[in-house]
């Protein structure tokens, strides 16, 4: 059926049936975009794609909605300016374009995953700070992927009833968006690890009694745990090591420290004196 309402900006004279279709054609083809966010510049050509954006970026109530339960979304502040949004990527933006931080990315290669975790842990010594992966890995055809953030990056979650105080120093998150990032990916045939890495920190300090003891750092504990030594000793033992070496997280162990591990691999009360054998998974 001939259409009743003629394109006359197009050359072939495009026609459509209603008014509602032509509207919308001349506003994605022939028009600027007139609606523009006053958070962060973002422009569209339809007012309900804009409210819709508000919402979704830039209110602090916005919650997604799925077949099974409510998601609350978390509200991002810029620890720079008053800026506010709900959305990582658009943060990460605002960092570049009104804060001018450079987010550089790095490639890097690895001949197997051992030797990436090896230089992920050099990284995160060097740098005072720790990459943990919120995820599991993500199976594709060829590669499996793994990401890392930055350990401050996110916000608090509380898991208990609110009965025992937060400690002195507070949480470790910064309730906010710390770009830096791995993005490890390792091709199954192989076992080549190709890494995106992202080395820009925002919004937090190297703060080194903020890092958790490292993996080889438990098992160095749990090693003299095992074979009974005190844990007064293990303690003058690892602040001697402090002369001859430059200060890690491992030179603030404390007593707690010693028994969060002695708990972690099973080694209380009367299971002292060995380690168990790493599982294969």
Request: charged share 30%; proline share 4%.
């Amino acid at each position: 059926m001939e259409g009743s309402f003629h394109c006359q900006e197009c050359p072939n004279k495009k026609t459509f049936q209603n008014r509602r279709r032509y509207i919308q054609h001349v506003r994605e083809n022939h028009r600027n975009a007139p609606f523009s966010c006053h958070h962060c510049g973002y422009q569209t050509k339809f007012k309900v794609t804009l409210s819709r954006h508000i919402e979704r970026n830039h209110s602090p109530n916005y919650e997604k909605h799925s077949k099974k339960k409510s998601i609350r979304v978390h509200y991002h502040k810029c620890p720079m300016c008053i800026f506010e949004c709900a959305s990582r990527q658009n943060m990460t933006e605002h960092y570049v374009n009104n804060h001018h931080i450079s987010m550089d990315e790095r490639k890097l290669e690895f001949d197997d995953y051992d030797r990436f975790l090896m230089w992920k842990e050099s990284i995160e010594q060097s740098e005072v700070c720790q990459f943990s992966s919120r995820t599991g890995p993500s199976d594709r055809r060829n590669v499996r992927i793994r990401y890392y953030r930055c350990f401050r990056d996110g916000h608090f979650h509380t898991k208990g009833k609110g009965l025992r105080h937060m400690k002195m120093i507070g949480s470790i998150k910064i309730n906010g968006v710390c770009p830096a990032m791995m993005k490890a990916e390792e091709d199954k045939a192989t076992g080549v690890v190709r890494v995106s890495y992202i080395p820009t920190h925002v919004g937090h300090l190297q703060e080194l009694g903020r890092l958790n003891l490292s993996k080889s750092e438990r098992v160095e504990i749990a090693q003299k745990v095992a074979m009974g030594i005190p844990h007064g000793t293990i303690l003058d033992t690892i602040r001697e090591s402090v002369k001859n070496q430059d200060i890690r997280r491992l030179h603030l162990t404390t007593r707690k420290d010693i028994w969060n591990v002695q708990s972690s691999i099973g080694l209380m009360g009367t299971e002292k004196g060995f380690i168990p054998e790493p599982s294969a998974t």
